[in-house]
Nanobody
Framework: QVQLVESGGGLVQPGGSLRLSCAVS????????IGWFCQAPGKEREFVAS????????DYGNSVKGRFTVSRHDAKNTMYLQMNSLKPEDTAVYYC?????????????????WGQGTQVTVSS
């Protein structure tokens, strides 16, 4: 059974940091592109970051460039999103996803497997 389970979300003050993890079971991440998306109440799911199968290429949404870093550890079958300099507008549910593709992917419809989401709230 395929499962993607996010962890690491929570409440953080503006300017703070969080590290999200996504543990994968039921398949191996090798040769999959992986990504992170976020969804705020009343808004569509939005692209945050992607990393290709090799880990050699990354892509970020404009609002998170320079603040977030996506990474993967295939031996642990886990992906990560390091979130620094957090802003109140980063508040959302964050989802990890995996695509049966080796190159970067930016769109929701390009991903095959999804986690259940973890809440990130940035507030003082």
């Amino acid at each position: 059974q395929v499962q993607l389970v996010e962890s690491g979300g929570g409440l953080v003050q503006p300017g703070g940091s969080l590290r999200l993890s996504c543990a994968v079971s039921g398949f191996t991440l090798e040769y999959y592109a992986i990504g992170w998306f976020c969804q705020a109440p009343g808004k569509e799911r939005e692209f945050v970051a992607s990393i290709d199968w090799s880990g050699g290429s990354t892509d970020y949404g404009n609002s998170v460039k320079g603040r977030f870093t996506v990474s993967r550890h295939d031996a642990k079958n886990t992906m990560y999103l390091q979130m620094n300099s957090l802003k109140p507008e980063d508040t959302a549910v964050y989802y990890c996803a995996a695509a049966q593709a080796m190159a970067l992917r930016r769109h929701v419809y390009e991903y095959d497997y999804w986690g259940q989401g973890t809440q990130v709230t940035v507030s003082s």
